[in-house]
């Protein structure tokens, strides 16, 4: 094997890191994964997942994870309701989409990103996450890389992997391409205690998803675990909205003036949101990595998940696609086919640039689609049609 008594160091503990450490692990590879986070209960934000089958289900199963999956995945979460911005409904799957389909291509399973994140933690070695390991800087040391982290610590690795998400500080190392905004900020909110929080919304909800779209806007739900629902609030805004709106996000009752202005002829329903929030609110502009994107491969540094190919979240792709980044980069360094660890890592590179690109591409027309006028008659015969969750 290429990295036998080689020391890798992957940077990140989402699920790209993760996932590409057990793969890596389970093939004997020395590996280490340095995470900014204090500890592993540190609350994971943002919505739940879907994993699709042939990539963050298929790297799942070749971790040997996937009966920890199904224990924990949320039964019934993958299930959508469409409404128009009063909250009527026009679409839903409730009743026709089963509840455990594995194995077929358009099941796609939810599960709460924390307890992704903690099946992978507990299945690794003892010892392999360095928590409280914020990166900061590295240098060329030998023929590997010496890294530096806040906490004033050192480490020296034969490999490095950047797999430390959007806002890479590793990334700059291999090139000096930067993602573009796309145009949509997604406002995000947590609610807690969400059945008796939002009476209203509950019962549209169902356990499941729900997508709301109305002039241009649009409204985008998921059940998380332990009765909390996630909630983004999607628009076109221009670069640096949240700077240039000065608005308090932790000031609730800002928000819920902020949002009877800008979504002016939505439901009152949709206040229990604003109402019961947990703030902060999390303003998210939305960006894309460009699609033709290339660089040199390095021999002894590369990247996966959104470091590599940050997109818009609207094909449902970005956890998968870094799931699937690390199942392939994982097959590349552990394989006999290659003669080096560049050639392992350059051929790595060139399907991963090609495959997110594509994604990439769809993603953003998804985000257009869903942000246009005809938003919802476009998505009710998209869900309409053969899609499946
Ligand atoms: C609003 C929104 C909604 C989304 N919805 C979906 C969805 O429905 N489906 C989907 O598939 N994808 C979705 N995504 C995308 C998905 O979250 C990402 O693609 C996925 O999490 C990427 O995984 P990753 O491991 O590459 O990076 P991340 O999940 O970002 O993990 C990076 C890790 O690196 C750590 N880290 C960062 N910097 C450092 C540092 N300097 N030193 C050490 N550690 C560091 C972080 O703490 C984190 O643990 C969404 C994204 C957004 C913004």
């Known amino acids: 094997m290429l990295i036998k008594n080689k020391k890798i160091a992957i940077v990140g503990g989402g699920p790209g890191g993760l996932t590409l450490a057990k793969l890596l692990q389970l093939k004997g590879v020395d590996v280490k994964v340095y995470e900014r986070d204090i500890d592993k209960n540190a ?137 573009f905004y796309s145009g949509i900020t997604m406002l995000e909110g947590n609610v807690y205690e969400a059945d008796k929080s939002l009476p209203k919304i509950s019962g549209i909800l169902r356990g499941g998803k729900i997508m709301a779209f109305g002039n241009e806007k649009d409204i985008l739900m998921g059940q998380k675990a332990n009765n909390e629902i996630g909630f983004y609030a999607s628009f076109k805004a221009e670069e640096n909205w949240a700077a240039k709106s000065n608005l308090d996000f932790s000031d609730k009752s800002q928000l819920l003036e902020w949002f009877k202005t800008t979504y002016f002829d939505w439901s009152d329903i949709w206040y229990e949101l604003f109402e019961n929030v947990q703030t902060p609110f999390i303003p998210r502009p939305i960006n894309c990595m460009p699609l033709n994107q290339t660089w040199e491969t390095i021999a002894n540094l590369t990247l996966v998940g959104d470091a590599a190919h940050v997109m818009p979240p609207f094909a449902g792709e970005g956890v998968n696609m870094a799931m699937l980044d690390a199942l392939e980069l994982s097959e590349c360094l552990t394989t006999d086919k290659y003669n080096s660890i560049k050639e392992a890592i350059a051929v790595y590179e060139k399907t991963m640039q090609k495959r997110a690109s594509l994604i990439a591409q769809e993603s953003l027309e998804n985000g257009e689609k869903m942000h246009s006028k005809n938003a919802l008659t476009t998505m009710i015969s998209f869900f309409g049609g053969d899609h499946h969750g």
């Open 43 to 179: 609350r994971v934000q943002g919505s739940p997942l879907d994993l699709h089958d042939n990539s963050g289900l298929a790297a799942l199963e070749k971790a040997n994870l996937l009966d920890e999956f199904k224990k924990n995945y949320m039964p019934g979460a993958d299930k959508t309701t469409i409404t128009n911005e009063k909250a009527e409904i026009f679409f839903s799957d409730h009743e026709t989409v089963q509840t455990e389909d594995f194995g077929h291509e358009h099941f796609r399973p939810e599960i709460d990103r924390g307890t992704l994140r903690r099946i992978l933690i507990d299945s690794l070695q003892d010892d392999t996450i360095l928590w409280n390991s914020h990166f900061l800087s590295m240098q060329k040391q030998n023929e590997g890389w010496l890294l530096q982290f806040k906490n004033e610590t050192t480490s020296y690795a034969d490999i490095v992997i950047a797999a430390d998400g959007a806002n890479s500080k590793i990334r700059p190392y291999i090139t000096d391409i930067k993602s």
